[in-house]
């Protein structure tokens, strides 16, 4: 699975929107890009995903890189339910993948 | 529809005593994931099971932890002779088939305390 890397932290006002971006500069052609959140002790939720056009539901937009190496999760108007820690996941199904979370990025929002 | 259901929510033994952890999945998903998350860690996979099979126990303990998911009922995480060490909290998600498109979707977990 490629790996990714965020930002430690961020912070944004309450009503902004969020911006959280990820490198994923290996990812290989088959690997969808995951974003999951875990608010304090919560299960991790899913919020979307995607492997090459920008997607968007209830929740967030996510914007992915022509190129693929990178990808932007946002949030349209930030709430201070949405304080969480957010991962970005490269993901696949074949021999050996599995959801990887790394340490995230904790995301704060301030009102 | 409910989602991924998982008891108890707290669960505390005294070392060498056995934790049987439940897992429900989400309606129509037969695919089930059980992780563990150490205190300020996080998630590790542990093992990925279909109905009746095991498909990759690769993230298990090789001794004292299994797992089963029958045809019907519940999947089970049990873990015999606890220590200390296996305080933390256990997430169980499901899927409705093996697919990067089919998102995994995660239980509120059980937090297992060892006296």
């Known amino acids: 699975d490629a790996k990714t890397t965020q930002p430690t932290s961020m912070d944004c006002a309450e009503g902004r929107a969020a911006n959280l971006p990820c490198n994923h500069s290996t990812i290989s052609g088959n690997e969808y890009v995951y974003w999951y959140r875990q608010i304090h002790s919560q299960g991790p939720q899913y919020i979307i995903h995607?492997?090459?056009n920008n997607e968007t539901n209830e929740m967030a937009s996510l914007i992915i890189t022509e190129d693929r190496k990178s990808s932007t999760l946002i949030l349209p108007h930030a709430t201070l339910r949405d304080t969480a820690v957010y991962y970005c996941i490269a993901y696949y199904t074949g021999a050996n993948s599995k959801l990887t979370f790394g340490k995230g990025i904790t995301l704060s929002v301030r009102p | 529809n409910a989602g991924v259901m998982q008891n108890p929510r707290h669960l505390v033994r005294r070392r060498g005593q056995e934790a049987r952890l439940r897992c429900s999945p989400m309606k129509g998903h037969s695919h089930v994931y059980w992780y563990r998350q150490l205190p300020e860690e996080g998630l590790k996979f542990m093992v990925y099971l279909q109905k009746e099979n095991i498909i990759d126990e690769s993230g298990m303990p090789k001794e004292r932890f299994s797992a089963e998911f029958p045809k019907e009922g519940p999947s089970i995480l049990r873990i015999q002779q606890v220590v200390r060490g296996d305080s933390a909290a256990y997430f169980c998600a499901s899927s409705q088939a093996w697919s990067g498109n089919q998102p995994q979707h995660f239980g509120d977990g059980t937090r297992l305390s060892i006296l």
């Open positions: 995607g492997l090459k």
